[in-house]
């Protein structure tokens, strides 16, 4: 079973910010949350990961609570190129487990 | 550049017959995975393979097959007994124990397969 749990879709105007929640009560203290998002009929590209702090980069922020239990993918300015499903796991640095996906959060950008 | 190469593209099948789905990496990654994903549905995870010559099954390894005999490469098989294998199927890679990275997955533009 996934060990995340997303909405399964969420609405945004475009040009306005967009935050993506994503629960993980379970989080162990090795477990780094990555965000993945995926176009149809094409493979997932990586988003953004962190492990405690807050992260930034040049696609989107990633807020993580203090207790590690949930984070928020923040993206600033959506625009239709964002519509996607975006995908929220838990995975340790250099995969000494299986990472597993669940449904994920289809978002919808409206012009 | 460096990346995931999967191939076919698209594939077409009969029933009752092997086929079998290529992954090629040249990011020098140990760790390689295989997905199914379904129409509307998320990623499942058919095997992964953390070094060469060793691999482990996932949530849905049934009726599929896979080999590491190499570094670069991870091929899938899609047997005959896997009962409903038309899905789109994901390669992915990451760093794998010892290794410098950021750890990441990277992903291949995906194969579909559709059985006739």
């Known amino acids: 079973d996934a060990k995340t749990t997303q909405p399964n879709s969420m609405e945004s105007n475009e040009e306005e910010p967009v935050h993506l929640p994503c629960n993980h009560s379970?989080?162990?203290?090795?477990?780094?949350i990555h965000w993945y998002r995926q176009l149809p009929s094409q493979g997932p590209e990586y988003v953004i990961h962190?492990?405690?702090s807050n992260v930034n980069n040049r696609m989107a922020s990633l807020a993580i609570a203090e207790d590690r239990k949930s984070s928020t993918l923040i993206l600033h300015r959506a625009t239709l190129r964002d519509a996607a499903v975006y995908y929220c796991?838990?995975?340790?640095?250099?995969?000494?487990?299986?990472?597993?996906f669940g449904p994920g959060t289809s978002l919808s950008v409206i012009p | 550049d460096g990346g995931i190469t999967q191939s076919p593209k698209y594939l077409f099948r009969k029933e009752g017959q092997n086929v079998t789905l290529s992954c090629e990496q040249n990011?020098?990654?140990?760790?390689m995975y295989w997905y199914r994903q379904d129409p509307g549905q998320g990623l499942r995870l058919i095997y992964y393979?953390?070094?060469?010559?060793?691999?482990q099954k996932g949530d849905i390894a049934e009726g599929y097959s896979v080999s590491r005999e190499k570094k670069e490469s991870f091929p899938l098989t899609v047997t005959s007994a896997q009962k409903n294998p038309t899905a789109f199927y994901l390669c992915?890679?990451?760093?794998?124990?010892?290794?410098?990275?950021?750890?990441?997955?990277?992903f291949g533009e995906g194969s579909r397969l559709t059985v006739l």
């Open positions: 992915a890679s990451s760093i794998g124990p010892g290794q410098e990275g950021t750890g990441e997955l990277f």
């Open positions: 990011l020098n990654h140990d760790a």
């Open positions: 393979s953390q070094i060469v010559n060793d691999f």
């Open positions: 379970t989080i162990s203290g090795t477990d780094y």
């Open positions: 796991i838990l995975k340790w640095r250099t995969s000494y487990d299986k990472v597993i």
């Open positions: 962190g492990l405690t």
